[in-house]
């Protein structure tokens, strides 16, 4: 079965300091992954997503970047964050190539809680 | 541009009644899908079920079942004989775009189930 993993699960940063979140996913290839933030009490908001290595795409401008340097490995990062960046961090993918739900339904890890003072 | 709509921030419901949390969307694409997702306060996003636009049926998954009017474009999530376990933020997901399989959620509805 497959399963996907997110660490850490909570960070206290300060303002201006790197970030570096890491996603993986096991038991399947070849997925899409996908980076969403979600401020408190509020809705997912779409950050990035990727298709393949080394494939990335930005959905939202801002201080953040994504990586894909593995097949089910996904890493979002900051050189400086930001007081806005505060959030839960969420990680997702879907199995890619098939029709229905099977095929498009995200499933998403356990998140990160991240505190930027 | 895909937009999805949840008009009740709140919702209370005693316990073992049925619960209907409301969902609408927009969108030009004669394909999508529709997804709800349970969030409890430990934060994970939970599947619960899947309507596709050609589906000629009303998705079903246990006590959840999802009343898909497709003229009306609403995507309602009914929630039979409801339980204290029920109670968490439920959002309702579109797909917008084949291949990249992206989704835009609602800005969710707060379930309390009331013993």
């Known amino acids: 079965s497959q399963t996907i993993h997110q660490w850490p699960a909570t960070l206290v940063q300060p303002v201006g300091s790197p970030l570096s979140l890491e996603c993986t996913v096991e038991g399947t290839s070849n997925p899409n992954l996908y980076w969403y933030r979600q401020a408190a009490g509020r809705g997912l908001q779409l950050l990035f997503y990727s298709v393949g290595i080394g494939q990335i795409s930005s959905e939202v401008p801002q201080n953040l970047s994504a990586s894909r340097p593995q097949d089910r490995q996904f890493i979002l990062s900051s050189k400086k964050l930001l007081l806005s960046d505060s959030g839960f961090y969420l990680c997702?993918?879907?199995?890619?190539?098939?029709?229905?739900?099977?095929?498009?339904?995200?499933?998403f890890g356990p998140g990160t809680r991240l505190l930027v003072l | 541009a895909q937009k999805i709509t949840q008009t009740q921030p709140g919702m209370f419901v005693q316990e073992k009644e049925a619960v209907t949390l409301d969902c609408t969307y927009d969108?030009?694409?004669?394909?999508?899908?529709l997804f709800w997702y349970k969030q409890p306060s430990s934060g994970e996003m939970i599947f619960l079920i899947y309507?596709?636009?050609?589906?000629?049926q009303n998705a079903t998954e246990g006590r959840y079942s999802l009343n898909f009017q497709k003229a009306r474009k609403s995507a309602n999530l009914v929630i039979s004989a409801s339980q204290l376990g029920d109670s968490a933020m439920y959002f309702c997901a579109m797909r917008v775009i084949q291949g990249a399989q992206k989704l835009v959620f609602g800005q969710g509805t707060r379930l309390t189930i009331n013993p």
């Open positions: 309507q596709g636009s050609y589906d000629q």
């Open positions: 997702a993918w879907t199995v890619r190539r098939l029709a229905g739900v099977r095929g498009e339904t995200q499933y």
């Open positions: 969108t030009s694409d004669p394909s999508y899908g």
